[in-house]
């Protein structure tokens, strides 16, 4: 009898350890303390004109309250540049994200990747680029401007004042910043959340299953006796 109750609590106790290993396997990576990127930090900033070693990601109508437009399709003033990261570019291929889609390349209104024709990207030769929408934008990630909406949305930069609630926040640089993880929030990034829930019921199956064979083998060489 208390071989039987041994053998449950290991059960158990096997099923709840790996159900816990997957979900700390597979749960969003959390913000950092650690250092930068040695490869340089994104840094993103709306301005009249870039800088040299600066890229011209879109236009705006304004600093706030602002229509958008591509930088050869508008001649919007208020110009979003990022820098920062070694061969930095703009265009749509190789190691690039969307960065927001537009509805058109002069005095359009912006959304969420996918939504709109005209694409907005980020893109680096060797690094990883990453972009999505967020009320916040993690350690190692740049804000290059706010949005009224996710989608048919008014524009408006970072600069604190006449900010909209949702953040474009860009990261590009190496695949983990040095001495830490970069955030990942689950904000316009729901695959990434899903893909975690479907590791960590993959992972609780796994071990259950890993228990229940080693409860056959128990069973086995105890009735075999």
Known sequence: MRKAT????????????????ALAFAAPRASSTGAASSAGSLACSVKASCDAGEV????????????????????????????????LGTTCSGMYDTVLTLSAADNAHGASAGQYPTNVCLSAPTQAVDCW?????????????????TT?????DCDGSGDYATKVCCYAGQTQPVGGTAEL???????????????????????????????????????LR
Do not use: D, Q
């Open 133 to 149: 929408l967020g009320a916040s934008c993690g350690p190692g990630y740049s804000c290059l401007a706010t949005l009224s909406r």
């Open 185 to 223: 929030p689950a904000v316009a990034e729901g695959s990434r959340s899903r893909s975690a829930v479907y590791i960590a019921l993959a992972g609780a199956i796994a071990a259950g299953l890993l228990a229940l064979t080693a409860g056959g083998w128990y069973a086995k060489r105890r009735w």
């Open 6 to 21: 041994a053998f449950v609590t290991l059960t158990v106790l096997l099923v709840v350890l790996g159900g816990l290993a």
């Open 56 to 87: 011209a990601v879109f236009r705006m109508s304004s600093a706030a309250n602002a229509h958008a437009g591509t930088p050869g399709g508008s001649s919007y003033g208020n110009v979003v540049c990022c820098g920062g990261v070694t061969g």
């Open 152 to 156: 048919n949305a008014h524009v408006a």
